[in-house]
């Protein structure tokens, strides 16, 4: 248990429906951030928020929807996902400052789209 | 794009250390050197991180070399459970929008 939880740990979506993935830290931290893994490529950053504001977005799609309504829980909201989406979606959190950035992850949540 | 470079794999017999080099030419003089590693389809696990000092916790040590523009991680005593991938990073930004940009990483296989 690093003390950042997601869930569901598996979902299984059709390219119509609309899910959304849950994560909550426990650590106190102030920054959260979602990463996406496809098989066999390294972590891709998607989205930062920081006091609760985005303050990154690499260009992911608007299927793609982050919600953080506070500092302890962020959500990532998916609807009309295409196959290629599947992937391990991973949420970390941290507490930056202007020197060491030092992230905990969660377990992930395992998406197939169907 | 990730700053640093790391060897694709590397063996390592059980028992013995494992030493995982990262080149980081490009990095800035406040720059961190992160390292994590990921067992396979879990999230990945902070290792270490260091400035400009050599650091050691109970997992491992963080060699950095003078110039910055390398370093090296070093598992003392590798067993079957260290086999995984082992990132080193070097954050992209300061304050609160920096942000840790993985690489492929060295996938370190530990043998019996």
């Known amino acids: 248990e690093t003390g950042v939880t997601q869930t569901p740990r598996h979902l299984v979506m059709g390219m119509t429906n609309k899910k959304s993935l849950k994560c909550e830290q426990h650590?106190?931290?102030?920054?959260m951030y979602w990463y996406k893994q496809s098989a066999k490529k390294p972590l891709e950053l998607m989205f930062v928020?920081?006091?609760?504001?985005?303050?990154e977005n690499n260009s992911v799609p608007s299927r793609f929807s982050p919600e953080c309504p506070n500092s302890s829980h962020l959500f990532l909201h998916l609807h009309t996902l295409q196959p290629e989406d599947s992937a391990l979606y991973l949420c970390?959190?941290?507490?930056?400052?202007?020197?060491?950035?030092?992230?905990?992850f969660g377990a992930g949540s395992r998406l197939t789209v169907l | 794009d990730a700053k640093t470079t790391q060897p694709p794999s590397m063996d390592c017999a059980e028992g013995r250390a494992a030493n995982l080099p990262c080149n980081h030419s490009t990095i800035s003089g406040n720059e961190y050197v992160y390292w994590y590693r990921q067992i396979h389809s879990q999230g990945p696990q902070y290792i270490i991180h260091?400035?400009?000092n050599n650091e050691t916790n109970e997992m491992a040590s963080l060699i950095i070399t003078e110039d910055r523009k390398s370093s090296t991680l070093i598992l003392p005593h590798a067993t079957l459970r260290d086999t995984a991938v082992y990132y080193c990073?070097?954050?992209?930004?300061?304050?609160?929008?920096?942000?840790?940009?993985f690489g492929q990483g060295t996938t370190l296989q530990v043998k019996p």
């Open positions: 260091g400035l400009k």
């Open positions: 928020y920081s006091l609760e504001e985005r303050v």
């Open positions: 970390a959190s941290s507490q930056p400052t202007s020197g060491a950035n030092v992230l905990t």
């Open positions: 990073i070097v954050r992209v930004g300061s304050g609160n929008t920096g942000k840790l940009i």
């Open positions: 650590l106190g931290h102030n920054a």
